[in-house]
């Protein structure tokens, strides 16, 4: 199996999945599976060194999880097998300029839900037993550690990180900062724990949907590293109702619409939210890699970036249009409160759910 950059043994069997990728790799930054299996990851760093060698992407690690589990807990466990077997490693950016981390991950489904940790091949897994919880681009498990690598613990003893004596705190240990203060300093990790707690015990899809288009937060990002795409998901604890997964496909989620996405049998491709791919010509497969930039914009993409620049230039025309969107935001949303609320789906309507959403977001662009 190709993955990004290396090759790997592919399973016999693999589930379907919907991902949010960035278009130039083979992995994802976030998804779901069949099975209702939901993974996102983030970028964090560490006393562990990053090497330069390429091996598998954390995003490619999300992808090969979200494959090969029909459950949270089975997810991880490919994650880690798959990290402790050929590494973490390469370029995460479409750039000669070279970007790496070490990566976290969450893992949900409809029973239960763990954050997953890493550096270098090291790694802690927390089950989260109840309440909110969130990540961001920092170590967040500190002394509650579910599963662990058997070695993490004498590894830090042997770099002098840990005396072996008093309780082991993972973030403590393994962060350049002092975690003492993390969940009290305004960086979105803390902003985004916040903006959960604030709801706890009444997080809908919509208030969700709020908390990823908050810019004061540092959540929805700005600038070079602009939020490009968005996901939020619904796992219902009951198995006869449907996971439903709403994703934008568009950057900047306050001028995006969150489209609802069900797994049912015979769903094709989504092809309007699809980029173009290039085959052995892609400049990620050649070598030196990155030599050029292909246009890899699929065609919702081209023309929610023509809209965006209406909606923040022209007053009259930008404010309907946003107001079109949220609309039909609102219109979907109310689609699935009822799909849940009354158990009941129509097959032959939802196999093209996401891309019917996607035809009617163009008509207003």
């Given at each position: ?191 985004g724990y916040k903006l959960l707690n604030k709801h706890k015990g009444s997080i809908t899809s919509e208030i969700m949907m709020e908390i990823l288009r908050d810019k004061e937060s540092g959540i929805n990002m700005e600038g070079g590293f602009m939020t490009t795409g968005s996901m939020v998901s619904v796992l ?130």
């Amino acid at each position: 199996l190709q993955c990004t950059y290396i090759t790997i043994e592919q399973v016999e069997k693999t589930h379907a999945v919907v991902l949010s990728r960035p278009a130039w790799l083979w992995g994802a930054e976030m998804g779901a599976n069949e099975h209702g299996v939901c993974i996102g990851n983030e970028a964090v760093w560490g006393r562990e060194e990053i090497g330069d060698d390429e091996a598998l992407l954390g995003m490619d690690l999300v992808r090969l999880g979200l494959e090969r589990a029909d459950t949270a807990e089975k997810a991880l466990t490919v994650i880690v097998d798959l990290l402790e077997k050929y590494g973490q490693g390469g370029n995460c950016m479409e750039s000669q300029m070279v970007f790496t981390y070490h990566n976290s991950f969450l893992i949900a489904d409809r029973k239960e839900a763990w954050v997953l940790e890493t550096s270098g091949k090291y790694w802690a897994a927390e089950k989260i037993e109840g309440g909110v919880r969130n990540i961001s681009n920092q170590l967040s498990i500190t002394t509650k550690i579910d599963r662990a690598h058997p070695e993490l613990k004498e590894y830090a003893k042997s770099k002098g990180w840990w005396d072996g004596e008093k309780e082991f705190d993972f973030a403590a240990t393994y962060s350049y900062v002092n975690t003492a203060r993390m969940t009290t300093s305004r960086g979105r990790y803390c902003e985004g724990y916040k903006l959960l707690n604030k709801h706890k015990g009444s997080i809908t899809s919509e208030i969700m949907m709020e908390i990823l288009r908050d810019k004061e937060s540092g959540i929805n990002m700005e600038g070079g590293f602009m939020t490009t795409g968005s996901m939020v998901s619904v796992l219902p604890q009951q198995p006869n109702l449907p996971c439903i997964h709403f994703f934008t496909g568009t950057p900047d989620p306050a001028r995006s619409i969150f489209k609802p996405f069900i797994f049912v049998p015979n769903i094709t491709q989504l092809l309007k939210t699809s980029s173009p791919t290039f085959g052995h010509d892609d400049p990620v497969k050649k070598q030196p890699r990155f030599q050029n930039k292909p246009d890899r914009r699929h065609e919702l993409y081209k023309k929610h970036e023509s809209a965006a620049v209406v909606m923040e230039t022209i007053e009259g025309q930008g404010k309907e249009m946003l107001k079109e969107i949220q609309e039909l935001e609102k219109q979907k949303i109310s689609e699935m409160e009822s799909v849940l609320q009354n158990g009941c789906l129509d097959i032959n309507h939802v196999v093209n759910l996401f891309s019917k959403c996607v035809e009617e977001e163009l008509k207003i662009y």
